[in-house]
Protein backbone atom coordinates (compact mmCIF):
# COMPACT_ATOMS: atom_id res chain seq x y z
CA UNK A 1 0.00 0.00 0.00
CA UNK A 2 1.60 3.71 -0.86
CA UNK A 3 2.27 5.86 2.11
CA UNK A 4 0.55 9.01 2.83
CA UNK A 5 2.19 12.08 2.17
CA UNK A 6 2.79 14.65 4.63
CA UNK A 7 4.25 18.25 3.30
CA UNK A 8 5.60 19.76 6.35
CA UNK A 9 6.39 23.62 5.89
CA UNK A 10 9.29 25.04 8.82
CA UNK A 11 11.95 22.91 9.53
CA UNK A 12 11.72 24.69 13.25
CA UNK A 13 10.58 23.31 16.74
CA UNK A 14 7.02 22.36 16.03
CA UNK A 15 7.81 21.48 12.71
CA UNK A 16 10.66 19.02 13.07
CA UNK A 17 8.87 16.88 15.53
CA UNK A 18 6.13 16.66 13.49
CA UNK A 19 8.49 15.39 11.29
CA UNK A 20 9.72 12.72 13.07
CA UNK A 21 6.25 11.87 14.59
CA UNK A 22 4.68 11.46 11.21
CA UNK A 23 7.75 9.01 9.91
CA UNK A 24 7.11 6.85 12.93
CA UNK A 25 3.24 6.68 12.30
CA UNK A 26 4.50 5.28 8.42
CA UNK A 27 3.93 8.60 6.85
CA UNK A 28 6.11 9.70 3.43
CA UNK A 29 7.23 12.72 4.93
CA UNK A 30 8.93 15.80 2.90
CA UNK A 31 9.85 18.70 5.28
CA UNK A 32 10.56 22.47 3.65
CA UNK A 33 12.39 25.37 4.97
CA UNK A 34 15.07 26.68 5.64
CA UNK A 35 18.55 24.82 7.21
CA UNK A 36 18.19 24.84 10.90
CA UNK A 37 19.44 22.95 14.29
CA UNK A 38 16.54 20.69 13.86
CA UNK A 39 17.88 19.23 10.61
CA UNK A 40 20.32 17.14 11.16
CA UNK A 41 18.28 15.54 13.83
CA UNK A 42 15.62 14.33 11.38
CA UNK A 43 15.03 10.25 10.45
CA UNK A 44 17.55 9.37 7.85
CA UNK A 45 14.22 8.46 5.62
CA UNK A 46 12.66 12.00 6.09
CA UNK A 47 13.36 13.75 2.65
CA UNK A 48 14.45 17.56 3.53
CA UNK A 49 14.25 20.07 0.44
CA UNK A 50 15.79 23.81 1.56
CA UNK A 51 13.97 26.64 0.51
CA UNK A 52 12.76 29.98 1.18
CA UNK A 53 9.13 29.83 2.06
CA UNK A 54 8.54 32.92 0.54
CA UNK A 55 9.42 31.58 -2.72
CA UNK A 56 6.24 29.29 -3.50
CA UNK A 57 7.39 28.63 -7.18
CA UNK A 58 10.49 27.41 -6.04
CA UNK A 59 9.40 24.04 -3.95
CA UNK A 60 5.66 23.81 -5.62
CA UNK A 61 6.30 20.59 -7.16
CA UNK A 62 7.44 18.97 -3.81
CA UNK A 63 3.22 19.20 -2.75
CA UNK A 64 1.99 16.23 -4.26
CA UNK A 65 -1.70 16.02 -5.08
CA UNK A 66 -4.05 14.49 -2.35
CA UNK A 67 -1.34 15.13 0.48
CA UNK A 68 -1.23 16.54 3.48
CA UNK A 69 0.27 20.10 4.14
CA UNK A 70 0.89 21.23 7.79
CA UNK A 71 2.20 25.00 8.00
CA UNK A 72 3.93 25.36 11.18
CA UNK A 73 5.90 28.19 9.88
CA UNK A 74 6.91 31.53 12.14
CA UNK A 75 8.69 34.29 10.15
CA UNK A 76 8.19 36.64 13.30
CA UNK A 77 6.68 35.68 16.48
CA UNK A 78 5.25 38.09 20.09
CA UNK A 79 7.52 40.02 20.50
CA UNK A 80 7.37 42.02 16.86
CA UNK A 81 6.30 45.59 16.41
CA UNK A 82 3.79 47.61 14.55
CA UNK A 83 6.62 48.71 12.59
CA UNK A 84 7.28 45.27 11.52
CA UNK A 85 3.80 45.03 9.85
CA UNK A 86 5.05 46.50 6.32
CA UNK A 87 7.62 43.94 5.75
CA UNK A 88 5.01 41.00 7.00
CA UNK A 89 2.72 41.98 4.95
CA UNK A 90 4.79 42.13 1.81
CA UNK A 91 6.57 38.92 2.24
CA UNK A 92 4.54 36.09 4.86
CA UNK A 93 1.25 37.32 3.68
CA UNK A 94 1.87 36.92 -0.37
CA UNK A 95 3.52 34.11 0.18
CA UNK A 96 0.75 32.57 2.15
CA UNK A 97 -1.90 33.61 -0.51
CA UNK A 98 0.03 31.85 -3.03
CA UNK A 99 0.72 28.95 -1.11
CA UNK A 100 -2.88 28.10 -0.61
CA UNK A 101 -3.83 28.76 -4.08
CA UNK A 102 -1.26 26.21 -5.41
CA UNK A 103 -2.37 23.80 -2.59
CA UNK A 104 -5.68 24.50 -3.87
CA UNK A 105 -5.00 23.60 -7.58
CA UNK A 106 -2.62 20.49 -6.37
CA UNK A 107 -6.04 19.22 -4.37
CA UNK A 108 -4.31 18.32 -1.50
CA UNK A 109 -6.07 16.17 1.39
CA UNK A 110 -6.35 18.88 4.03
CA UNK A 111 -4.23 22.07 5.09
CA UNK A 112 -3.20 21.85 8.68
CA UNK A 113 -2.58 25.04 9.83
CA UNK A 114 -0.98 26.11 13.38
CA UNK A 115 -2.09 28.78 14.37
CA UNK A 116 -1.16 30.83 17.95
CA UNK A 117 -4.00 30.12 20.63
CA UNK A 118 -1.69 32.24 23.15
CA UNK A 119 -2.19 35.06 20.67
CA UNK A 120 -5.34 34.96 18.56
CA UNK A 121 -7.73 35.58 21.37
CA UNK A 122 -6.07 38.51 23.10
CA UNK A 123 -6.43 38.94 26.74
CA UNK A 124 -9.92 37.52 28.00
CA UNK A 125 -11.42 37.23 31.29
CA UNK A 126 -12.67 33.66 30.32
CA UNK A 127 -11.22 30.71 32.35
CA UNK A 128 -10.95 28.46 29.71
CA UNK A 129 -11.37 29.98 26.28
CA UNK A 130 -13.40 27.98 23.52
CA UNK A 131 -12.60 28.00 19.46
CA UNK A 132 -15.97 30.26 19.46
CA UNK A 133 -14.30 33.17 21.58
CA UNK A 134 -13.62 36.64 19.63
CA UNK A 135 -10.40 36.80 17.99
CA UNK A 136 -9.18 40.00 19.34
CA UNK A 137 -4.74 39.83 18.78
CA UNK A 138 -2.76 42.33 20.83
CA UNK A 139 0.44 41.92 18.48
CA UNK A 140 0.77 41.60 14.57
CA UNK A 141 1.81 38.18 15.19
CA UNK A 142 -1.55 37.60 16.52
CA UNK A 143 -2.72 39.77 13.79
CA UNK A 144 -1.28 37.66 10.93
CA UNK A 145 -2.55 34.38 12.24
CA UNK A 146 -6.22 35.53 12.48
CA UNK A 147 -5.62 36.88 9.19
CA UNK A 148 -4.56 33.36 7.59
CA UNK A 149 -7.08 31.78 9.41
CA UNK A 150 -9.48 33.64 7.74
CA UNK A 151 -8.01 33.51 4.55
CA UNK A 152 -8.13 30.14 4.60
CA UNK A 153 -12.11 29.90 5.11
CA UNK A 154 -12.74 32.37 2.58
CA UNK A 155 -10.41 29.71 0.46
CA UNK A 156 -12.40 27.27 1.30
CA UNK A 157 -16.36 28.83 1.06
CA UNK A 158 -14.64 29.57 -2.98
CA UNK A 159 -13.85 25.98 -3.56
CA UNK A 160 -14.63 22.79 -3.62
CA UNK A 161 -11.04 21.52 -3.87
CA UNK A 162 -9.82 23.59 -1.05
CA UNK A 163 -9.95 21.82 3.03
CA UNK A 164 -8.28 23.04 6.20
CA UNK A 165 -8.11 22.89 9.67
CA UNK A 166 -6.70 24.92 11.93
CA UNK A 167 -4.68 23.91 15.43
CA UNK A 168 -4.66 26.89 17.95
CA UNK A 169 -2.13 25.41 19.58
CA UNK A 170 -1.10 26.72 23.29
CA UNK A 171 2.11 26.59 25.02
CA UNK A 172 4.35 23.86 23.38
CA UNK A 173 7.31 22.26 25.13
CA UNK A 174 9.66 19.59 26.11
CA UNK A 175 11.54 17.25 23.23
CA UNK A 176 14.37 18.73 21.33
CA UNK A 177 14.82 22.81 21.26
CA UNK A 178 17.82 24.93 19.99
CA UNK A 179 20.07 25.70 22.70
CA UNK A 180 20.71 28.55 21.20
CA UNK A 181 17.13 30.35 20.35
CA UNK A 182 15.09 32.26 23.38
CA UNK A 183 12.35 30.00 22.66
CA UNK A 184 9.44 28.64 25.20
CA UNK A 185 9.20 29.78 28.99
CA UNK A 186 8.93 26.40 30.46
CA UNK A 187 12.95 25.56 28.63
CA UNK A 188 14.45 28.85 29.03
CA UNK A 189 13.35 28.95 32.88
CA UNK A 190 15.19 25.54 33.46
CA UNK A 191 17.93 26.22 31.90
CA UNK A 192 18.37 28.89 33.84
CA UNK A 193 17.92 27.25 36.96
CA UNK A 194 20.20 24.39 35.95
CA UNK A 195 22.95 27.41 35.00
CA UNK A 196 22.52 29.52 38.30
CA UNK A 197 21.42 32.19 36.21
CA UNK A 198 18.29 34.88 37.35
CA UNK A 199 15.34 34.73 35.44
CA UNK A 200 13.99 38.02 33.48
CA UNK A 201 10.55 37.83 33.61
CA UNK A 202 8.53 40.75 31.70
CA UNK A 203 4.95 39.33 32.74
CA UNK A 204 4.18 38.74 36.68
CA UNK A 205 4.54 35.59 38.20
CA UNK A 206 0.68 35.48 38.61
CA UNK A 207 0.31 35.20 34.50
CA UNK A 208 -1.25 32.02 33.83
CA UNK A 209 -0.67 30.01 30.39
CA UNK A 210 -1.89 26.90 29.11
CA UNK A 211 1.22 24.49 28.49
CA UNK A 212 1.14 21.69 26.53
CA UNK A 213 3.60 18.83 26.13
CA UNK A 214 5.16 18.21 23.09
CA UNK A 215 4.07 14.43 23.04
CA UNK A 216 0.10 15.17 23.46
CA UNK A 217 0.60 18.05 20.46
CA UNK A 218 1.84 15.40 18.48
CA UNK A 219 -1.07 12.87 19.36
CA UNK A 220 -3.64 15.69 19.51
CA UNK A 221 -2.43 17.13 15.74
CA UNK A 222 -2.53 13.28 14.76
CA UNK A 223 -6.21 12.98 15.75
CA UNK A 224 -7.28 15.90 14.14
CA UNK A 225 -6.06 15.04 10.71
CA UNK A 226 -7.21 11.66 11.15
CA UNK A 227 -10.96 12.70 12.38
CA UNK A 228 -11.75 15.78 11.42
CA UNK A 229 -14.47 15.04 8.31
CA UNK A 230 -15.69 18.95 7.67
CA UNK A 231 -14.31 20.87 5.01
CA UNK A 232 -13.13 23.76 7.79
CA UNK A 233 -12.80 23.88 11.14
CA UNK A 234 -10.73 25.24 14.05
CA UNK A 235 -9.37 23.31 17.25
CA UNK A 236 -8.31 24.41 20.60
CA UNK A 237 -4.76 22.40 21.20
CA UNK A 238 -3.57 22.65 25.15
CA UNK A 239 -3.68 20.85 28.30
CA UNK A 240 -6.97 22.55 28.77
CA UNK A 241 -5.34 23.81 32.31
CA UNK A 242 -3.99 27.19 33.65
CA UNK A 243 -1.32 27.43 34.94
CA UNK A 244 0.58 30.31 36.65
CA UNK A 245 4.30 31.44 36.31
CA UNK A 246 4.70 31.03 39.94
CA UNK A 247 4.07 27.45 39.73
CA UNK A 248 5.85 26.40 36.58
CA UNK A 249 8.56 28.04 39.11
CA UNK A 250 7.94 25.94 41.49
CA UNK A 251 7.90 23.10 39.84
CA UNK A 252 10.94 23.60 38.17
CA UNK A 253 12.85 24.62 41.65
CA UNK A 254 11.49 20.94 42.77
CA UNK A 255 12.74 19.26 40.00
CA UNK A 256 16.05 21.05 39.58
CA UNK A 257 16.66 21.21 43.41
CA UNK A 258 17.86 24.62 43.01
CA UNK A 259 16.05 28.24 43.90
CA UNK A 260 15.50 30.65 40.97
CA UNK A 261 16.08 34.27 41.14
CA UNK A 262 13.88 36.66 39.69
CA UNK A 263 13.92 39.55 38.07
CA UNK A 264 10.99 41.60 37.11
CA UNK A 265 11.31 43.68 34.00
CA UNK A 266 8.78 46.07 32.67
CA UNK A 267 6.39 44.82 29.79
CA UNK A 268 7.28 46.90 26.46
CA UNK A 269 4.30 45.12 24.75
CA UNK A 270 0.42 44.59 25.44
CA UNK A 271 0.22 41.93 28.13
CA UNK A 272 -2.49 38.67 27.54
CA UNK A 273 -2.56 37.50 31.81
CA UNK A 274 -4.46 34.50 31.47
CA UNK A 275 -4.81 32.44 28.64
CA UNK A 276 -5.88 28.74 29.54
CA UNK A 277 -8.07 26.71 26.85
CA UNK A 278 -11.26 24.79 26.59
CA UNK A 279 -10.33 21.51 25.09
CA UNK A 280 -14.12 19.60 24.63
CA UNK A 281 -13.88 19.47 21.00
CA UNK A 282 -10.39 17.29 20.95
CA UNK A 283 -11.90 15.83 23.87
CA UNK A 284 -14.79 14.65 21.80
CA UNK A 285 -12.25 12.94 19.45
CA UNK A 286 -11.13 10.73 22.01
CA UNK A 287 -7.80 12.64 23.34
CA UNK A 288 -6.50 12.74 26.56
CA UNK A 289 -3.67 14.74 27.83
CA UNK A 290 -0.76 12.42 29.46
CA UNK A 291 1.41 15.01 31.06
CA UNK A 292 0.46 17.19 33.96
CA UNK A 293 2.75 20.15 34.09
CA UNK A 294 4.77 18.63 36.46
CA UNK A 295 6.00 15.45 34.86
CA UNK A 296 6.17 17.55 31.61
CA UNK A 297 8.83 19.66 33.13
CA UNK A 298 10.24 16.45 35.31
CA UNK A 299 10.97 14.77 32.11
CA UNK A 300 12.54 17.59 30.62
CA UNK A 301 15.18 18.74 33.40
CA UNK A 302 16.24 15.27 33.32
CA UNK A 303 16.70 15.43 29.29
CA UNK A 304 18.45 18.74 30.09
CA UNK A 305 20.45 17.90 33.49
Given at each position: ??????????????????????????????????????????????????????????????????????????????????????????????????????????????????????????????????ESHPLRPV????????????????????????????LRVSNPYG???????????????????????????????????????????????????????????????????????????????????????????????????????????????????????????????????
Amino acid sequence: MKKETYVILGCGYLGYHLANYFHDENKDVRIIGKSSYYVDKLHPSITFYEANLFNVEDYEDVIPANSIVIHAVNHINSTNSFIDLEYDLQSNYTSFIKLINVCERKEVRKFVFISSAGTVYGDTQVSLIQESHPLRPVNIYGLQKVYFENLLRIKMLESNEFHYVVLRVSNPYGGQQDPLKKQGIIPIMINKALSGEAIELWVSQNTVRDFIFINDFLKATDLIIKKTKSRGDEFNVGSGQGNSLAKAIDLIEEATGRKIEVVHKAACTATIHSNALNISKIREMGFIPRYSLKEGIDQLVNQMA
